[in-house]
């Protein structure tokens, strides 16, 4: 079966740790994204990447950090410098880039301890 | 700064009526439009996606775009209980494809 999948479901972060989230697929997209929801807001973005090794900054940025060395995967890390990581993390892809559908993993939900 | 306005809701409808679902956006450069339907816990999933002006359709739902008034639209006809859910109205811009989200519409359809 081809798609996005992300591990964990549940997350738990003690304080100063930083923690990391899978997000693979293997429908061949050339672009992923993070996005964190939280209750009662729209998904804000966090970083994308449009090819491997190259990744940029999305709205969100501070207190994360990714990586995209390989094509199907493209971890996140929240560090111990986001403060307020309490949230819903999706990962998504798409073909390309200019108007192409983004398309969601099951999300990873993070809690702090 | 780029937005995306969605009356939060609960919009309330009952079984078998035609529930419409309302967005409107700032940037005038905006290319792609999407409809998603997000679960209570769950990841959003696309419903339609929209690049014209003008109605399109799939099945019991249309999507409608209106680039000049930066407004678009979802309808869904004879509503299910199954589509009880919170509707996320998303824009895309740039040669990024990023997306700007709406905070999302629940709907509730009343068997």
């Known amino acids: 079966d081809g798609g996005i999948t992300q591990s964990p479901k549940y997350l738990f972060r003690k304080e100063g740790q930083n923690v990391t989230l899978s997000c693979e697929q293997n429908?061949?997209?050339?672009?992923m994204y993070w996005y964190r929801q939280d209750p009662g807001q729209g998904l804000r973005l966090i970083y994308y990447?449009?090819?491997?090794?190259?990744?940029q900054k999305g709205d969100i940025a501070e207190g994360y950090s990714v990586s995209r060395e390989k094509k199907e995967s493209f971890p996140l890390t929240v560090t111990s410098a986001q403060k307020n990581p309490t949230a819903f993390y999706l990962c998504?892809?798409?073909?390309?880039?200019?108007?192409?559908?983004?398309?969601f993993g099951p999300g990873t939900r993070l809690l702090v301890l | 700064q780029k937005e995306v306005e969605q009356n939060s809701g609960p919009l309330s409808v009952p079984e078998g009526a035609i529930a419409s679902l309302n967005c409107t956006y700032s940037?005038?450069?905006?290319?792609?439009f999407f409809w998603y339907r997000q679960y209570s816990g769950k990841s959003p999933e696309l419903i339609m996606s929209?690049?014209?002006?003008g109605d399109k359709e799939d099945g019991r739902f249309t999507a409608q775009l209106n680039k000049a008034s930066q407004y678009v639209s979802l309808l869904i006809r004879d509503s299910q209980p199954s589509d009880s859910a919170t509707y996320l109205c998303?824009?895309?811009?740039?040669?990024?494809?990023?997306?700007?989200f709406g905070t999302g519409t629940l709907l509730a359809v009343q068997p």
């Open positions: 429908l061949n997209h050339d672009a």
């Open positions: 998303a824009v895309g811009y740039g040669a990024t494809n990023k997306l700007i």
């Open positions: 929209i690049y014209s002006n």
């Open positions: 998504a892809s798409s073909p390309g880039t200019i108007g192409e559908t983004q398309y």
């Open positions: 990447s449009q090819i491997v090794n190259d990744f």
């Open positions: 940037d005038r450069g905006s290319q792609s």
